[in-house]
């Protein structure tokens, strides 16, 4: 390369841009907001006891489960009565059982709680204000599962296995106290770290007999 072309050349670099972009999305829920329900489902049908109907033909009726993540009960039921022997049929005269799947209450809820001084605005026509000052937060996410399961014989019409109101909770919590790092504890991390081996945060409590050694409540 000739020195007027160098010289041409160092004199444009000013005028050189360069752009890069990159996009980043989230899904509509959030993986935690789905395992909490999840988790509270599988609590719930581990109650169960299926060995009434152990190899027994069923039929699992849903109309009766009208709920959010639907689709995930209706597998873990599925699961759990393969798991104890019975074989899935596709159509009422065919089982010898049915199994009747219904919810009463699936879904999240949130707690959120906080030491310090809202953020106060300053009067008109000022558009400052003064930040929120937090000198401790906690958050608490639940799920919540309430679900029922009826079988009863094909034929006689009697049930078989009545569980009764299947009931179960599952929660994630994180704490700050002045910014610093969060502490998680609750049914959520744990599993997820005993199936992952990852830690939510830098303090990760353990649980213990279903709930989590010195959690804040």
Request: hydrophobic share 40%; glycine share 6%; charged share 20%.
């Amino acid at each position: 390369m000739s020195l007027r072309w160098l010289t041409c050349f160092v004199c444009a670099l000013p005028t050189i841009v360069g752009c890069a972009t990159t996009k980043s999305s989230d899904t509509a829920r959030t993986g935690i907001e789905q395992l909490l329900i999840s988790s509270a489902t599988d609590q719930a049908l581990d109650k169960v006891n299926f060995e009434p109907i152990r190899n027994a033909k069923v039929f699992v009726e849903t109309k009766y489960l009208d709920c959010v993540d639907k689709n995930y009960i209706i597998v873990s039921v599925h699961q759990r009565l393969l798991r104890n022997g019975s074989t899935l049929v596709d159509k009422p005269e065919e089982a010898q059982v049915i199994l009747e799947v219904g919810s009463g209450a699936v879904g999240t809820d949130r707690q959120e709680f906080f030491v310090g001084m809202p953020q106060i605005p300053l009067p008109p026509p000022s558009p400052i204000s003064i930040p929120k000052l937090e000198l401790f937060t906690r958050t608490r996410a639940m799920g919540t599962a309430k679900l029922t399961v009826l079988a009863y014989d094909a034929q006689t019409r009697v049930a078989v296995i009545d569980s009764g109101r299947l009931l179960a909770r599952s929660d994630y919590k994180q704490w700050h106290v002045m910014g610093a790092s969060p502490v998680v504890s609750g049914r959520v991390p744990a599993e997820l770290n005993a199936a992952t081996g990852e830690h939510e945060s830098p303090v990760t409590l353990p649980l213990v007999a279903g709930r989590s050694t010195g959690a804040v409540r």
